[in-house]
């Protein structure tokens, strides 16, 4: 069974060398919606794949991160990087170029360790991440799936390269998220949610 939960964000980028000129020489934005399909052959205590309460929790907040907030490549030009980095608290550097595609593939990496980190306590059994849909605009997005997100022939992204600002991390509700998701450290989801 597949399980489908939407969040939104709002975020700014460039996409050097896309075909369009517009994206590719000039900061803009999106309103992404993001869609996270999870996936068990088996139900939890409440009859669940896995409670969307749950989501609200290191899901919602790891994507929240790139809320009003720019992503930046770390092969664009360094002065670019700086001066962003310079001008906005809220800021994510990837080791790939922030594309529709390049989002779904990091989000899944993102996603996948948190529930590898995640100790379940409602009886989920087996639940993965099915796909990763990150629309970029009303009538266009990417889906990214597990071999998309581990493929070397995309580009590859080390966990360890993907950088969010202190800002960022300082809006999580556990300040050592991060380096637990580095360290593939257990987090506990909680038994109750409100």
């Known amino acids: 069974m597949i399980i489908r939960k939407l969040f939104k ?3 700014a980028h460039i996409v050097r060398g896309c075909s369009t000129i517009k994206c590719s020489q000039n900061i803009h934005g999106h309103s992404y919606k993001v869609e996270v399909l999870l996936e068990s ?3 939890d205590n409440g009859q669940m794949v896995y409670d969307f309460g749950l ?3 290191y899901i ?3 994507i929240d991160g790139f809320d009003h907030a720019i ?4 092969g664009d030009k360094q002065k670019y990087i700086e001066d962003m980095k310079r001008h906005s608290s809220r ?3 990837l080791p790939v170029s922030p594309s529709a595609e390049q989002f779904s593939r990091v989000l899944f990496l993102l996603i996948e360790r948190i529930l ?3 100790t379940m306590v409602n009886g989920e059994k087996e639940v993965k991440l099915n ?10 997005y990417a889906q990214g799936f597990r071999e998309d997100a581990h493929s070397q022939f995309m580009g590859e992204i080390k966990f360890k390269d993907i950088i969010f600002s202190q800002e960022i991390q300082n809006s999580w509700s556990d300040k050592n998220f991060w380096s637990k998701l580095l360290n593939r450290e257990k987090i506990i989801n909680p038994k109750t949610v409100l």
């Not at 992503?71 to 770390?74: D, E, G, Y």
């Open 41 to 43: 052959h088996y139900l």
């Open 9 to 11: 964000f709002e975020n």
């Open 55 to 57: 989501t609200k929790l």
């Open 131 to 140: 796909s990763i849909i990150v629309h970029e605009t009303d009538t266009g």
């Open 116 to 118: 590898e980190c995640t």
């Open 91 to 93: 800021w994510i550097e």
């Open 71 to 74: 992503t930046l490549w770390s």
């Open 60 to 62: 919602k907040e790891i």
